[in-house]
């Protein structure tokens, strides 16, 4: 195609979003919309450009790096040109009976850096636990135990928003009220202690847990948890100590441990993957069946990975179905492998620790002011997440404006002001995120 192939005539931002309001749906939105959105033009490093002035602005610093995805920052040409390549060969080809280089190198990848050596290339995170889920149940109706399928977790979390990811979320976070008698019901233990980090395992709580997974082990298939760091359902931080209370309560009562790293996955918390504070190697816990999504293409492009071991997937070939009965019309969407491939090999070949390491201090130091604002109960960090906790719900209109006000894009949720900035944010733009973050939390 030449290069001369005009584009279509943008829209003029007044049409755009009344457009907008009438037709398209945004995340837990109303139809029509009510709040205005800001029209990003282009994006690129850590910026987005805005198609108009906001409150006086027309550039924001990024702090939420499109919810963790984008670790790299927006148009990087690593990535660009990774997705270029594949575009110049094919963005797509179906992955029944058929195979390709970008979708093996990345699985490849994946196994490599996770020690779970089967992949499932999924389109989403929701998607990616909708396939956790269904490998920890077919495994044990393959094993002729088909009572155990229902999963425990503990409150707080989120997993996403298709229909068994919605069971395990919070169930208040998750409006289970709203979805009474349809929601499949899971077993729910209280959210873990959130001591952060560094916290000794409560011994009352391993206790507890303990107990829970044995006393529900005949109805069981899987415990699932998002290691370290509950996401969307509250941003709290607990003790890593806790994933080897759930693999050994899980061994002990035969049942499968799953986790969800679609959020903390690729270096967010200062490892890895989250599950590496905990140990790793052999001195670490590796769950039976891993999600990954989000950071893992960099932001470009929807693709989520669900990764097991041989345990899980001979028990399923062992099956009168002895097939993974799963398998999405983009599954393996090559230009999606291809940008993934690129990002994880990218994020590997820098610094990131040091990086993540970097912003965690910068987090700690522009945030620590926040400890002394009206209505502020808490202040966290934990590698490159920062978090203002209010005792009141944030008026999101006044948090968002006051963000916008010094130049950052931020998207408060319940009483919670946060950041989980690109890795490759300058000291400047750090120091702007958290003056943003401390003008919504006052204003918001
Ligand atoms: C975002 C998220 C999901 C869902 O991923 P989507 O791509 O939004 O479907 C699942 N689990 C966790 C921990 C997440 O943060």
């Known amino acids: 195609m030449p290069e001369s192939v005009p584009g279509p005539a943008p ?4 049409e755009l979003l009344a457009w907008d309001r009438r037709h398209v749906w945004h995340p ?5 919309g009510r709040q205005q959105p800001l029209i990003v033009e282009s994006a690129s490093g850590a910026r987005l450009r805005l198609a108009r002035p906001a409150y006086g602005r027309r550039e924001l610093v990024d702090g939420m790096a499109s ?10 040409p690593v990535l660009n040109a990774a997705a270029e390549r594949q575009l110049g060969r094919m963005s797509h080809v179906m992955f029944g009976g058929l195979t390709h280089e970008p979708a093996v190198r990345l699985a490849r990848l994946l196994a490599g850096l996770t020690g779970l050596e089967h992949v499932f290339l999924a389109d989403s995170g929701s998607v990616a636990v909708e396939v956790a889920v269904k490998m920890c149940l077919q495994y044990w109706r393959s094993l002729g135990r088909p009572a155990k399928r229902r999963l425990l977790t503990w409150r707080g979390g989120y997993h996403g928003d298709t229909w068994q990811p919605m069971s395990v979320c919070d169930p208040d976070g998750g409006m289970h009220r709203l979805w009474e008698g ?11 202690p959130a001591g952060g980090l560094e916290s000794e395992v409560d011994p009352a709580y391993a206790a507890s847990l303990r107990e829970a997974v044995r006393r529900h082990a005949d ?31 899980c061994d002990e009562s035969g049942v499968l441990l799953v986790f969800d790293e679609i959020a903390t996955g690729f270096g967010r918390t200062g490892e890895l993957f989250a599950h590496r504070h905990a140990g790793a190697g052999e001195e670490g816990v590796l769950p039976d069946v ?11 492009l929807t693709m989520a990975a669900t990764l097991c071991g041989p345990r899980v997937a001979e028990g399923i070939s062992r099956g009168e179905v002895p097939v993974l009965a799963h398998g999405p019309t983009f599954m393996g969407n090559p230009l999606a492998a291809a940008v993934a491939r690129a990002s994880v090999e990218l994020l590997l070949s820098r610094d990131w620790r040091g990086e993540v390491h970097g912003l965690e201090r910068g987090l700690r130091e522009g945030l620590a002011e926040a400890r002394g604002l009206p209505g502020v109960v808490d202040v966290r960090v934990l590698g490159a997440v920062g978090v203002v906790q209010l005792d009141h719900e944030v008026d999101m209109a006044a948090a968002t404006r006051a963000a916008v006000e ?10 919670l002001v946060y950041a989980m900035p690109p890795y490759v944010v300058s000291g400047e733009e750090l120091e702007r995120i958290c003056a943003g973050m401390c003008a919504a939390a006052a204003k918001g």
């Open 11 to 14: 829209l003029e931002p007044a």
């Open 28 to 32: 837990y939105g109303p139809m029509p």
């Open 67 to 76: 919810w963790w995805a984008a670790v790299h920052g927006y148009n990087h």
């Open 182 to 192: 349809v929601l499949p019901e899971q077993v729910f233990v209280p959210e873990p």
């Open 219 to 249: 109805e069981l298939a899987a415990v699932i948890v998002e290691p370290v760091v509950q996401g969307a359902g509250g941003m709290r931080f607990h003790s890593p100590g806790l994933l080897r209370v759930l693999r050994e309560a």
């Open 290 to 300: 891993l999600c990954l999504g989000k950071a893992l293409t960099g932001g470009y």
């Open 406 to 415: 010094q130049g950052v894009w931020l998207r408060p949720f319940r009483n």
